[in-house]
Every structure is written in structure tokens, then in C-alpha cells.
T-cell receptor
Framework: KAGVTQTPRYLIKTRGQQVTLSCSPI?????VSWYQQTPGQGLQFLFE???????NKGNFPGRFSGRQFSNSRSEMNVSTLELGDSALYLC??????????????FGPGTRLLVL | AQTVTQSQPEMSVQEAETVTLSCTYD???????LFWYKQPPSRQMILVIR??????QNATENRFSVNFQKAAKSFSLKISDSQLGDAAMYFC???????????????FGRGTQLTVWP
């Protein structure tokens, strides 16, 4: 099975712009979660989508949003970029079943640099 | 909120030797899951091993094993016969097994950078 894929892998934007990141989960996985990784804050949870619905959300401002499509692919959008948004954005997919042993598998990440 | 603490920012080990990485967590839940992920320089997060809290038996995956002490809220990772390819940042992570707003999200520690010397 193909793993989780993320596009683009690298991105450079300027302050005030917006950006859209894409994540394709492992085939058959219905849950997609997004994380932000920075040297200062470590790994922080952004949100989780399951069957096109946001099921869980972290403590990020409204500039960060996402969605999930019927094929489970997910996009994350950041509007009005700030310098502090420079980070590695990781996407993870899982079966999404609430129960035993759900495990998240990660993509390679998108490295975003805001100038 | 659940917290995960990795008290060793850096560790090093000689090739073929054994090393143990520490992790403690704070939770009031009884149903949860614990994971170790490794992140090599490529930044790809790779699952190493997982443990269900309801299982008393420690999980093992080839050279990797855990020492899960539920009462002490401790979850250490032991790497035996260390290899150069084991060099990476290792993250301990917690996931709630119950329902509610924390379900499905992973809480990560700050990581331990493991260096393997030839």
C-alpha cells in the first residue's frame, strides 16, 4: 500500500499571503490529522477530519482551517500568513475507528517558510 | 490536558550496544495508548512501537521493546543491538482511548535526539 503523501514538499510564501497544503491518506483510511512542528513549540495538533467532518480541533487561530473530501483527501489552509507560521506541517492518516489500537501513520511533511 | 515528558534531550550509544529512552506522562484516564515514533533527518515520522494501556505485557518489535509501568506512568523505549540507522529524533506520544475532545489526537513529548557511534 502506498503511504501518506503530502504536496507540496516545500513552500516559500510572504507575510499576508495564504497557502493550501494537501494530504492524501493511505488507501482505506478515513481519518486525517494535521500537526505543526516547530523548534520552539514542538509538535502541536491542529485538527482531525473524519468522513468529511472536523472531529477534533487544537488551539490554533481561525486563520488555520481545513477540509476533507469524499475520497478522504484533506487540505489545510492558512490565511494571512505570519512569520511564526514557518514550520513543518505533518499530516497523519488512520482508519479512524474509535476503539482499539488506532494508529496514525505520517506523511513526509510540507516545509513552509514565510518571509 | 495530557502531558508527555521526555527528560533526555540527547542520548548517545555505541553501535551494537543497548540504550533506553525515557518517557513519562500525566493523565487521569485509564484507557489510552502510547507510541514511540522516530524522525530521522528526512523528517518522516515513523512508527516504532505502540502499547495499549490495558495490556500488562510490554510490547516488542524486533530490537525495540518498551517498559510500561502504568502505576508510575512511565513508558521507556529500549533499543538493543543499536545500528547506525537508528540515529534519529525519538518522540513519545499519548493518545486517549476514550471519547470526548481529546479522542484521536496525539500528545507528543519534546523528543530525544539519539546519536549512534560506530
Amino acid at each position: 500500500k502506498a503511504g501518506v503523501t503530502q504536496t507540496p514538499r516545500y513552500l516559500i510564501k510572504t507575510r499576508g499571503q495564504q497557502v493550501t497544503l494537501s494530504c492524501s491518506p493511505i488507501s482505506g483510511h478515513r481519518s486525517v490529522s494535521w500537526y505543526q512542528q516547530t523548534p520552539g513549540q514542538g509538535l502541536q495538533f491542529l485538527f482531525e477530519y473524519f468522513s468529511e467532518t472536523q472531529r477534533n480541533k487544537g488551539n490554533f487561530p481561525g486563520r488555520f482551517s481545513g477540509r476533507q473530501f469524499s475520497n478522504s483527501r484533506s487540505e489545510m489552509n492558512v490565511s494571512t500568513l505570519e512569520l511564526g507560521d514557518s514550520a513543518l506541517y505533518l499530516c497523519a492518516s488512520s482508519l479512524g475507528d474509535r476503539g482499539l489500537g488506532e494508529t496514525q501513520y505520517f506523511g513526509p511533511g510540507t516545509r513552509l517558510l514565510v518571509l | 490536558a495530557q502531558t508527555v515528558t521526555q527528560s533526555q534531550p540527547e542520548m548517545s550509544v555505541q553501535e551494537a550496544e543497548t540504550v533506553t529512552l525515557s518517557c513519562t506522562y500525566d493523565t487521569s484516564e485509564s484507557d489510552y495508548y502510547l507510541f514511540w515514533y522516530k524522525q530521522p533527518p528526512s523528517r518522516q515520522m515513523i512508527l516504532v512501537i505502540r502499547q495499549e494501556a490495558y495490556k500488562q505485557q510490554n510490547a516488542t518489535e524486533n530490537r525495540f521493546s518498551v517498559n510500561f509501568q502504568k502505576a508510575a506512568k512511565s513508558f521507556s523505549l529500549k533499543i538493543s543491538d543499536s545500528q547506525l540507522g537508528d540515529a534519529a529524533m525519538y518522540f513519545c506520544a499519548y493518545r486517549s482511548g476514550g471519547r470526548g475532545s481529546t479522542l484521536g489526537r496525539l500528545y507528543f513529548g519534546r523528543g530525544t535526539q539519539l546519536t549512534v557511534w560506530p
